[in-house]
């Protein structure tokens, strides 16, 4: 069964610290992986999508990378305004294009 | 705007109550989908439609859930006889193919009491 699982489920950071997020996955075939992010009481926001293994995409302060089997954000610098959830999802080359989520990870940067 | 869009942003009603929720795409975007979050989690796939044909539901989708995409334009989501497991925000999104970047709607958020 394809599954998606995001860690930490939290984290506190100082502004400029920088950190990462892992997204571990399992798919039959991986047509694509993406990451969003989700501000309380509001719809996902599209950052990203990966396709391969190897490949790296960056925004502002975000950078994301892909494995075979798992998926970072790495976060540089952060500024409060970067508190939110980030979401990694899959979606599988036999699937109709949903998107399969994990539950993501809460991330509060402090000033 | 030219986002998608959802209506209503907020919903209260009854247990057993029937509700209807619509979701506009982003203009030409071929591909809809329905989503459910509840607290704490991600969103959960509802259903899926290319057009007008909607070619996936979920095996988790109550047979009192039904989606509709009448001209292949904007899609409506209808929950027969609610009940307090209802209660969640439904999340709409659309992609254009071959592209596969899904774009969401701010959701509309049910509260069954």
């Known amino acids: 069964e394809d599954q998606v699982t995001q860690s930490p489920e939290a984290l506190r950071l100082q502004e400029g610290e920088s950190s990462s997020l892992n997204c571990s996955y399992t798919?039959?075939?991986?047509?694509?992986l993406f990451w969003y992010r989700q501000d309380p009481g509001k719809g996902p926001e599209f950052l990203f999508t990966?396709?391969?293994a190897g490949e790296e995409k960056e925004k502002e302060r975000l950078k994301a990378t892909l494995t075979k089997k798992e998926s970072f954000l790495h976060i540089t610098a952060p500024k409060p305004e970067d508190s939110a959830t980030y979401l990694c999802?899959?979606?599988?080359?036999?699937?109709?294009?949903?998107?399969?989520f994990g539950s993501g990870t809460r991330l509060l940067v402090r000033p | 705007d030219t986002g998608v869009s959802q209506d209503p942003r907020h919903k209260i009603t009854k247990r057993g109550q029937n509700v209807t929720f619509r979701c506009d795409p982003i203009?030409?975007?071929?591909?809809l989908y329905w989503y459910r979050q509840t607290l704490g989690q991600g969103p959960e796939f509802l259903t899926y439609?290319?057009?007008?044909?909607?070619?996936?539901k979920s095996r988790l989708l109550s047979d009192r859930f039904s989606a509709e995409r009448p001209k292949g334009s904007f899609s409506t989501l209808e929950i027969q006889r609610t009940e307090q497991g209802d209660s969640a925000m439904y999340l709409c999104?659309?992609?254009?193919?071959?592209?596969?970047?899904?774009?969401f709607g701010p959701g509309t958020r049910l509260t069954v009491l």
């Open positions: 999104a659309s992609s254009f193919s071959p592209y596969n970047e899904q774009f």
């Open positions: 798919v039959s075939g991986l047509r694509g």
């Open positions: 990966l396709y391969s």
């Open positions: 999802a899959v979606q599988a080359v036999d699937s109709s294009y949903k998107l399969i």
């Open positions: 203009s030409e975007h071929n591909r």
């Open positions: 439609f290319q057009n007008e044909a909607q070619l996936e």
